[in-house]
């Protein structure tokens, strides 16, 4: 197992565009780690610097310890999974996953030692002898974390191996690399932009923003206690309601965006809310039915609320109704910063 640690990371594109910007974590030994954000936040070029194939522009990389900032890719010790499998089409499954051992010269009995190993456990013993080209997508992913496992290494990184795959194939994956990982004990670094990926998988998600870290921690953290706007926003599916408010005798007032004038941000997951007799009046504009619940689109104001109901509501486009949520399961966000802050 290893613990790798990156302190005040940064990478810079033409001296002025920081793709990377000044960021700090530290993984427990055998953890988990998801780099969650959007395209363009930085996720990946943290993961390449991590894995040696890109230069930091300042700041330190130190896995168990050993600062290796400037040491290559090969002499680091992990192994990588890349998005496209890279995988060699002239060569049969057997050999995709050896290959890395036969280019460091371990011997054939080792090789193939490893190889039943790495075959049993991932699934892959009947496919040793076909080509790429006669895999499936899942299949193919199957060998490209078999040529990383292979390797032994006591950390691996994966750069969004699952976005090439159907969802119902995603989901079976997500299983499997959570499961492997468990099994093998080994410190995993797994880059996503898919927060249903980073929160059902990871023991702990950083989610990235512009280059910076905006929050670490579990992915409860993150869904109880979003540090930001953004975080709030990127993370649920619908994601936080943000309307925003003013607080009037303790108590946080919804009104139109145009009237808050310096207030603050109330946030709200849908699935808090529920429609009463009594609460916050709004106006149905739409819903969504996805068989165990819908989602009900609402308008307070001008502002819109999602509200996300068990069943069939039966609320038609122009329905009158009121809102409730409870008190705990408000979130209050600073208008102008977009950071968490106390009621009070």
Request: glycine content about 10%; charged content about 20%.
């Amino acid at each position: 197992m290893a613990r790798i640690r990156v302190d005040r990371l940064v990478k810079e594109w033409g001296g002025s565009f920081r793709a990377v910007d000044d960021i700090s974590f530290e993984t427990g030994d055998g953890e988990f780690v998801a780099l969650l954000g959007p395209s363009g936040c930085g996720k990946s070029t943290t993961l390449r610097l991590i894995a040696g194939l890109e230069e930091a522009t300042s700041g330190q990389i130190l896995i168990d310890g050993a600062d290796v900032t400037n040491v290559p890719a090969s002499g680091r010790n992990l192994s990588l999974v890349f998005q496209s499998y890279a995988l060699f089409p002239h060569l049969n499954v057997a050999d995709n996953i050896t290959f890395g051992l036969s280019v460091r010269g371990v011997p054939r009995a080792e090789r193939e030692q490893r190889l039943k190993k790495t075959a049993d456990l991932l699934g892959v013993t009947a496919l040793l002898d076909r080509r790429p080209s006669q895999l499936s997508g899942g299949q193919q992913q199957r060998v490209a974390l078999g040529r990383a496992l292979i390797s032994e290494t006591p950390v691996c990184l994966l750069d969004e191996p699952l976005s090439n795959l159907d969802a119902k194939l995603r989901a079976e994956m997500r299983n499997e690399i959570r499961s492997l990982q468990q099994r093998l004990g080994i410190t995993m670094i797994f880059v996503t932009h898919d927060q249903t990926e980073a929160m059902s998988m990871a023991d702990r998600v950083i989610l990235m923003k512009s280059g910076k870290v905006e929050q670490s921690g579990t992915p409860a953290d993150l869904y109880e206690k979003p540090a930001s706007t953004f975080v709030a926003g990127f993370i649920g599916t619908p994601p936080m309601n943000l309307v925003s408010a003013t607080i009037e005798g303790g108590n946080p007032i919804i009104e139109d965006v145009s009237s808050t004038n310096g207030g603050i941000i109330l946030g709200v997951r849908p699935e808090h809310i529920a429609f009463g007799d009594r609460g916050q009046p709004a106006v149905v504009e739409g819903s969504e039915y996805f068989g165990a619940d819908t989602v009900v689109s609402c308008r307070i104001g001008n502002q819109k609320v999602m509200v996300r109901a068990p069943g069939r509501p039966g609320l038609g486009q122009g329905a009158q109704v009121n809102l409730t949520w409870p008190e705990q399961a408000i979130h209050v966000f600073n208008a102008e910063t977009g950071l968490r802050r106390d009621i009070n």
